[in-house]
């Protein structure tokens, strides 16, 4: 079975719960953090994107990685814990995580040891990643997060190369391969996540 980064998740989210609450109590709603979210996911993406020859900005990406999951984490405990939970709020998650997460990859494009082919088919199966997990309801089985490469793995990945990049650090042609590597660990991903979905989807007394 593999281990994901996402199993830390309910740790993270006891030490967020206080916030959550002081920000229910605001006013504030999930769908409002996670539009939040990922309006400053494109806007950190754009900036690095343009300024990339600069290479501090890369650094932006580690902090904003982290503040990124510490705000999905919220929006999740709004939602369920302080009855937002929505039709239009489950769209936006899953929308939304495909589009900050294709933002905050593809600044790593213009890095002359990986380029646009290796970072787009990232891109691509992390999109197809959180589609399958997303697919699991639609027959009968849980919302599926298996990985080895989930959305936190891949973000401590991108957060680990980003203060690499941003504190100077060279990337030689050999680093060519972190990005294929990347990519085959998302295919399994996928992998698992459409065949334990299909599995449960099966079990006595699942929905389908």
């Known amino acids: 079975m593999a281990i994901t980064i996402y199993e830390l998740k309910p740790r993270f989210q006891s030490l967020l719960r ?34 990339a020859d600069l290479v501090w900005p890369f650094l932006l990406l580690p902090a904003w990685l982290f503040a990124r999951m510490a705000l999905n984490a919220i929006d999740g405990m709004l939602a369920r814990e302080f009855g937002q939970q929505s039709a239009l709020g489950a769209y936006l998650n899953e929308l939304s995580d495909v589009v900050s997460d294709a933002a905050l990859y593809l600044p790593f494009a213009q890095l002359a040891a990986f380029g646009v082919p290796s970072v787009g088919l990232v891109v691509l199966l992390s999109a197809l990643s959180e589609m399958a997990g997303a697919l699991g309801p639609m027959v009968g089985a849980p919302r599926r997060y298996d990985g080895p490469m989930g959305k936190s793995d891949r973000a401590f990945v991108f957060g680990a190369l980003g203060l690499y990049v941003g504190l100077g650090g060279r990337l030689s042609a050999d680093a060519y391969w972190i990005m294929p590597v990347v990519s085959l660990l998302i295919a399994i991903s996928v992998w698992n996540r459409v065949r334990r979905g299909v599995m449960e989807a099966r079990a006595p007394g699942a929905g389908r």
């Open 18 to 51: 206080p916030l959550a609450a002081a920000l229910a109590h605001s006013g504030v709603t999930a769908n409002q953090v996670t539009l939040a979210a990922m309006l400053v996911s494109i806007a950190v993406g754009a900036f690095v994107w343009m300024r």
